[in-house]
């Protein structure tokens, strides 16, 4: 039987629903207590925990952030004193920024893709709850130092030279740069997890064309984490470096710039507000269209839009630097692309506003938080076109006005529409209708606080009062319209207060509700709720129509029941595994079944050896750290697992399974998949570093005078030659190993390791000066230390996958893995290589 064929079979004898139950809750259930939350990787729980842990770094957020407005209130106020305040208005914009907004979207992108796509769970179970333990931990390092006083007070952007070890001498910056870089990982995980589980596991059938709107916004969001969240990640780290071994990144007088540290910041920065917007928009897509009765109108043009945004927004970061003295063509340039993404973002909303002016409305709860969004976000967006004016920025630039927008964006483009989507999805979490009254009050307090508060402040920031002050005895213009702002805050703050009061009353309160209650059209409401673990009793077929444009509730209810009777493929758990569909990423042809893990601890261990690097190089214990790193690889290497056996076979895996074969035997599964996307986010740091050898080469002072006589005569080249043929060898076994495993490629391939890692080693070793001494080589450090733990990963990847090959069930998945890494550090060697003999580091 053919791949297609198995797809789009006849339907099945229906089974029992209640024995089809109790099959997959046998495979998919937690275990109890305490093991339970330590082992859980399902995707609907781990993504609840991001929302839920999200939420509650809110609310600390918000706590923050009213002692900020309470110090505001007065010009003289002695709430508290400006040690204190640097540290409230840090940890204000770091929470909201990294341990809100971002995990949100996270856990809701974890909790619902499965459910609109039809599968059973993400790519990677165990990389999910990796991601969650790294946020919960890396925000606990966060809270813990500020509870302790030492909590960052640098501003959210770190900006140097304020954040150097000179003028900021505690650990107070080493708290965020080593804490935020900590939760960059789960950003990254989350990315990782997301790309590959839209494109690889959905219902059969379900095409590229077919893909519903939000998983379109969250593979934009992904692309956008996996290129954006990198040059932040490599500026922590070379931020850290400087301050720990006092390397030379940032320093001018040792040919460093701190406006590198500026660069990297917002090639992450300006992104992040649309990674923020873009999975908001995709829930209002979803909100809209229910309640407006008919399919969001212009589908191809929104999705065009998104990448259209996704595109452009790599071209705005220095809209955030126009004052720091670059040329006047790249303020043209950079100021045209920030009001030209305003076009996308337009598209989307006027698409929206005709769904609805077509359609016939529902004025739900859920549609008052749409409507504040509309209102607040389009004001923040018209704001946000002034300040891409460089005249009017150039005034406006550093003053209360930037926050006042800043807010109305993230407010208005986000808080809105997360809280229309927990009223929307709250039934899906918790299987009970909401507690009528509340919601309405706490829409309206938390709408009119949002305006009393930020509208004002937009007049305060015309006047001059700037950001980051505490006190501001001589302009009592500022007096009466800081007043106001702090009433509003409190205003606002009231409103959550109540929204979560409402929320809890739903919670243990409300009256079960029936199946889709809001009467959509999407697949997440094709089941009973709140849903089982493995979400359906069976999978849609290639012939059952999934698609949201054309389903009707009617025809979504007969769909449901059609798969709670096992009527679809892989009805039930007759094997004994956890089991979800492969399809094929564009035309949506079933073609591999995915043997999913179960419960574990890794990736709780994990995440705690992680943790001891990051706090081992907090304390300054780097030998610590270094044992640490040891920990971290063993802890990966264990993740590699032979197949659990199938119930009544002898083999580990069967050949096939309902006629298709299992992920692990099936070359381009998705170890291969997640490997690529991977070394997407792996190539975007490696971008980012030569970016950072550019400009420093081009822009930094004293650049030129580090040139020193080599001592060592032709050694450094000959050290540079090594590496690069040690690229090269890899290069061909990355080639080679496409092909088939051999001995010749082994061997070729752990020449290119050795080569690579003793080329890069000698080449540290006999550089003229110390990273200390000059960036010119701290730079050169930071790519022989780049490859060199590259060389050291292949190594780890060969002795972790020996296993495999030993078992021989996943020996051809595991190639294809091996020989992705072999290419790519073949390639960066040959580059870095390169880069350096030609600027003559």
């Not at 001498?169 to 740069?177: K, S, Y």
């Not at 590229?208 to 692309?223: I, Q, V």
């Not at 923040?380 to 460089?390: E, H, I």
């Amino acid at each position: 039987m053919t791949t297609h064929q198995t797809s789009a079979q006849a339907p099945m004898t229906p089974h029992d629903p209640a024995a089809l139950h109790a099959e997959l809750e046998a495979v998919w259930r937690g275990l109890p207590g305490w093991r339970g939350f330590v082992c859980e990787v399902n995707h609907g729980a781990i993504g609840l925990r991001f929302m839920i842990t999200a939420i509650v770094y809110f609310a600390i957020g918000g706590v923050l952030a009213m002692l900020i407005r309470v110090q505001l209130a007065s010009p003289r106020a002695a709430f508290v004193g400006p040690d204190i305040y640097n540290q409230l208005f840090t940890m204000h914009g770091t929470i909201m920024m990294f341990l809100f907004a971002i995990p949100m979207l996270e856990g809701l992108a974890l909790y619902l893709l499965p459910k609109v796509m039809g599968a059973r769970d993400m790519a990677y179970p165990r990389l999910s709850a990796l991601g969650w333990w790294c946020y919960a931990l890396g925000g606990l390092i966060l809270l813990v130092a500020m509870l302790a006083g030492v909590a960052p007070d640098g501003g959210w952007f770190m900006y140097t030279p304020l954040s150097d070890k000179v003028h900021t001498p505690g650990i107070n910056a080493d708290v965020w740069l080593l804490g935020i870089t900590f939760v960059e990982i789960s950003a990254i995980c989350a990315a990782v997890e997301i790309t590959v589980s839209i494109l690889k596991l959905r219902a059969a059938g379900m095409a590229l064309t077919r893909l519903p709107l939000f998983a379109w916004y969250m593979l934009g969001t992904a692309a956008m984490m996996l290129i954006g969240f990198p040059p932040l990640i490599l500026g922590s780290i070379l931020l850290e470096a400087q301050r720990a071994f006092d390397w030379a990144f940032f320093d001018p007088a040792r040919g460093g710039d701190p406006i590198l540290w500026q660069h990297l910041f917002w090639l992450f920065g300006h992104p992040e507000v649309y990674i923020i917007f873009l999975p908001a928009a995709g829930a209002l897509s979803v909100m809209i269209a229910t309640f407006a009765r008919q399919p969001i109108i212009g589908h191809a043009m929104i999705v065009a839009a998104i990448w259209a945004m996704v595109f452009l927004s790599f071209g705005l970061w220095v809209h955030h630097m126009f004052t720091i003295g670059i040329p006047h063509l790249a303020l043209a340039f950079f100021s045209a692309a920030s009001m030209l993404v305003a076009v996308p973002t337009s598209v989307q909303i006027f698409a929206w506003i005709g769904t609805l002016w077509s359609g016939q409305p529902r004025w739900s709860l859920p549609m008052l938080h749409i409507t504040g969004f509309f209102l607040t976000f389009v004001l923040g967006g018209l704001t946000g076109v002034m300040l891409a004016a460089v005249p009017f920025n150039w005034q406006a630039h550093d003053t209360a006005f930037v926050t006042a927008h800043l807010h109305y964006v993230l407010i208005g483009g986000f808080v809105f529409p997360m809280l229309a989507a927990i009223t929307y999805w709250m039934p899906h979490f918790t299987g009970r209708r909401a507690v009528r009254g509340l919601g309405t009050a706490a829409f309206w307090l938390i709408f009119i606080g949002v305006h009393g508060t930020f509208l004002v402040m937009h007049l305060t920031g015309l006047l001059g009062m700037p950001r980051r002050v505490s006190i501001y005895p001589d302009n009592p213009e500022w007096e009466l319209l800081n007043l106001i702002s702090s009433v509003g805050g409190f205003i606002m703050t009231a409103g959550f207060a109540l929204f979560a009061v409402d929320m809890g009353l739903q919670l243990f309160m409300g009256r079960r509700t029936r199946r889709n209650p809001w009467r959509a059209t999407s697949l997440d409401w094709a089941m009973r709720l709140p849903p089982p673990t493995y979400n359906l009793a069976s999978l849609p077929r290639a012939d059952m129509e999934t698609d949201e444009r054309t389903l009707t509730p009617s025809r979504l209810d007969m769909l449901a029941t059609t798969l709670a009777m096992g009527e679809g493929m892989l009805a039930g758990a007759p094997r004994g595994v956890r089991e979800t569909l492969i399809i094929d990423a564009v035309s949506g042809r079933a073609e591999a079944v995915a043997v999913l893990p179960g419960n574990t601890m890794r990736p709780a261990l994990t995440a705690l050896t992680i943790g001891l690097f990051f706090l081992a190089m907090l304390a300054g214990f780097y030998w610590v750290a270094a044992a640490a790193v040891v920990l971290v690889a063993a802890m990966c290497a264990s993740w590699i697992r032979p197949v659990a056996p199938i119930q009544g076979t002898t083999a580990a895996v069967p050949e096939t399974i309902e006629g298709l074969p299992a992920s692990p035997c099936y070359r381009h599964g998705l170890g291969w998949w997640g490997s690529a996307v991977l070394l997407v986010a792996n190539a975007s740091l490696f971008a980012s570093l030569l970016f950072a050898v550019a400009f420093l080469s081009v822009i930094a002072p004293g650049w030129e005078g580090a040139v020193q006589e080599n001592p060592h005569g032709v050694l450094p080249m000959a050290a540079l030659l090594v590496t690069a043929i040690g690229g090269a060898l890899l290069l061909c076994a990355g080639l080679w190993s496409q092909r088939a495993a051999t001995a010749g490629q082994r061997a070729l391939a752990w020449a290119g390791m050795l080569a690579v890692a003793a080329g890069a080693l000698a080449s540290g070793a006999m550089m003229t000066g110390s990273p200390a001494e000059h960036a010119r080589h701290a730079v050169q450090a930071a790519i022989m230390a780049y490859l060199v733990v590259h060389a050291l990963i292949l190594v780890t990847m060969h002795l972790a996958a020996a296993r495999g090959h030993r078992i021989g069930v996943q020996a051809v998945a595991t190639q294809g893995v091996l020989a992705q890494w072999h290419g790519y550090t073949g390639l960066v060697a040959l580059v870095g290589a390169l880069a350096l003999a030609v600027a003559k580091l």
